[in-house]
């Protein structure tokens, strides 16, 4: 308990050492940038604000700054992992059902739940590149959803951002094309003020994109043998073990103490002496996930959020904010089934033990090459056309010194068109916090973070990307379809706060 205690405090300590130092070697370069497409400045530097918004902005920051500072239990490992359900479009059509329910999380008790085709959380839908597929959606709740296709190359009207209310019974068939390569991508709802209770109560699930390139590539591709699904979700349950999500929401993004991974609480994944792939989500409405292995070992990255990386990258230790994938090789094979081997957290909770079976199968040669990414001279010497700051805490997050307005478009850009888009993340006088900044309906290149090439691990197809306090990113980002799209933050009370804009691509 010491130890632990010891552990946040100099964690927080050097989040905030940080979180200044970022601050006064960024405010300089900032003053010199143009702004003119900006609005309501003055709201950024707190002088309007009312004592009261003060009190609370200083409240907030006390929870604040993504210390984390609810710790999360350790996974006793008494429950093996459930693998969601594998669906494949039926003729073309993929069935889903936004439902509600009751599931045994905790055993012999019953808890309210949401999910997809069931009663909690949803299965994972596989396409192929090339394929026409028709997802016919249904709100079987008794309140408003929609249907968000987090990270697919899709129209603004088959989104499923706020525009595309389902009232409750209402269907809607979505039928696109997909036009993306081999990625494992997500799907939650995006109803405007009630997306943050919608995902903490089970509505995600995956959507894995399959080509011929992940169909050739030496990868372990055993749905629920040696390639697994991970969705991190922590949840925080009342005595009775409820989701009581308006008592627990917290404005600067809603944690909990209790891990549930696919659903499953204090989760064991049992796997053969072998590669096996984990394909990792933080479906979190809030928390950072930093995955290691407790025994320190390095593990490949193979993929970002939206498709593979060049070549697998050896890794330590990963970092995911909400919304952010990652598929990752750990290699079994070298222990054996004494072996004691666990998912840890950054602050060494235990997030999933691993249970080494008997099993052996022939040793698999990993690919080295797996994809073509590249960010091209051109697109590195682009001139920026759309800047975003992004600012804030709590009720008290701007784009731009804008909050969120369905009747507002923000930005438009041309389908096709490549534009740089700068994000500077401005730190506020107490540090400010990351935002996982989202757009909608693409997938993006990171160009640059703070002026230099991103970390080799970013060199890929990225949808969310964690933005630091006093980071300025640059991304190259280009829409294949037309329509509105959402971008906003991925902590998702941030979003329902008003952390969120809109582009229209014409
Ligand atoms: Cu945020």
């Not at 109560?201 to 991970?230: H, Q, R, T, W």
């Not at 796997?271 to 290691?292: D, H, P, Q």
Request: net charge negative; hydrophobic share 35%; glycine share 10%.
């Amino acid at each position: 308990m010491k130890f632990n205690f010891l552990v946040i405090t100099l964690l927080i300590s050097s989040v905030i050492i940080a979180g200044c130092s970022a601050a006064s070697s960024e405010s300089g370069e900032h003053e010199a940038m143009d702004h003119s497409n900006m609005t309501n400045m003055e709201g950024m530097d707190h002088s309007n604000m009312t004592d009261e918004e003060m009190e609370e902005m200083n409240m907030e920051n006390g929870h604040a700054s993504h210390t984390n500072l609810v710790a999360l239990n350790n996974s006793t490992g008494e429950n093996e992992l459930a693998i969601p359900q594998l669906i494949e479009p039926k003729d073309g059509v993929v069935t889903i059902n936004a439902q509600q329910g009751t599931t045994e999380i905790f055993k012999g008790v019953q808890s309210q739940t949401f999910g997809y085709n069931g009663s909690f959380l949803g299965p994972v839908i596989r396409v192929n590149e090339g394929e026409t597929v028709i997802f016919r959606t249904k709100n079987e709740l008794a309140e408003p959803t929609t249907f968000h296709w987090h990270g697919v190359d899709i129209s603004g009207e088959g989104d499923g951002g706020p525009h595309q209310l389902l009232g409750p019974g209402a269907m809607e068939d979505v039928k696109f094309t997909v036009r993306q390569g081999a990625s494992t991508l997500w799907f939650h709802p995006h109803p405007e003020g009630s997306t943050a209770e919608q995902v903490y109560k089970g509505l995600a699930g995956l959507i894995y994109v399959e080509d011929n390139n992940s169909k050739n590539l030496n990868l372990p591709k055993e749905y629920g043998v040696n390639d697994f699904p991970l969705v991190f979700q922590d949840r925080e349950f009342t005595v009775e073990k409820q989701f009581d999500y308006q008592a627990v929401r917290n404005d600067d993004g809603t944690i909990g103490d209790t891990l549930l991974v696919n659903g499953t609480i204090n989760p064991k994944l049992t796997i053969g002496k072998e590669k096996v792939r984990l394909r990792l989500l933080n479906g979190a409405n809030a928390r950072n996930y930093t995955f290691k292995l407790n025994t320190g070992d390095k593990f490949q990255q193979i993929a970002s959020d939206g498709g593979f990386l060049n070549s697998p990258i050896e890794m330590s230790k990963i970092t995911l904010a909400p919304g952010e994938r990652a598929e990752i090789i750990v290699d079994f094979s070298k222990y054996d089934t004494e072996s004691d081997i666990a998912l840890l957290n950054e602050d060494d909770a235990i997030l999933l033990p691993f249970i080494i079976d008997e099993q052996k199968t022939n040793p698999l040669q990993i690919s080295t090459s797996l994809n073509d990414f590249a960010v091209t001279d051109k697109e590195r010497n682009l001139s920026v056309t759309k800047k975003l700051e992004l600012f804030g805490m709590g009720k008290m997050v701007y784009i731009n010194g804008k909050q969120f307005d369905m009747n507002r478009i923000d930005f438009s850009q041309k389908q096709g068109d490549t534009e740089i888009w700068e994000i500077y993340n401005k730190p506020d006088a107490m540090g400010g916090m990351i935002h996982p900044f989202h757009i909608h309906g693409t997938q993006f290149k990171v160009v640059s973070i703070d002026g230099n090439e991103p970390p080799v691990n970013l060199q890929g197809w990225k949808d969310t990307i964690s933005i630091e306090a006093g980071q300025t990113v640059k991304l190259a980002v280009k829409f294949n379809n037309k329509g509105i799209y959402m971008f906003h933050c991925h902590i998702l009370e941030h979003e329902e706060n008003g952390m969120m804009g809109q582009v229209e691509v014409i």
